[in-house]
């Protein structure tokens, strides 16, 4: 199982919450109300960057490693993801999409007490050929 793990700075100062940032992967950001919420958010932000990267086909960056300068009170800490894993999860999420059909199909099928959504599921599975 594939684990990836960056160095995270753990800002610590000025406003209340804690921001997170991770000095190998510009961009990815985050913050909590305190430590153990930040860490937990700092692991959705690294996840949702590297799925991101992985699924525009780009490379992910490598870690360096390099201690960057922190301000007093900031912590540098590793934070480690199992990319394939949160790969998954996405790709089993639900997510509501649209349909247009015939009125009269709406209707009977909201008499017959018909599911749209495990219909239009079954019904993609099967012109897919396939079971998941």
Do not use: W
Request: glycine letters at 10%; hydrophobic letters at 35%; a negative charge.
């Amino acid at each position: 199982m594939r684990k990836l793990t960056y160095l995270a700075v753990f800002e610590t100062g000025g406003s209340p919450g804690i921001s997170v940032y991770f000095p190998d992967l510009p961009g990815c950001i985050s913050c909590g109300d305190n430590f153990d919420h930040a860490l937990k958010m700092a692991k959705e932000a690294l996840s949702l960057h590297i799925y991101g990267i992985e699924k525009d086909g780009e490379q992910v960056p490598l870690r360096t490693d390099k201690i960057p300068e922190t301000g007093t009170g900031d912590l540098i800490v590793p934070v480690s993801i199992y990319p394939d894993i949160f790969k998954d999860e996405m790709g089993g999420r639900r997510v509501k999409t649209t349909v247009t059909i015939p009125r009269r199909l709406k209707e009977a099928a909201e008499s017959e007490g018909i599911n749209y959504s495990r219909l239009l599921e079954t019904a993609i599975k099967e012109a897919l050929g396939t079971a998941s």
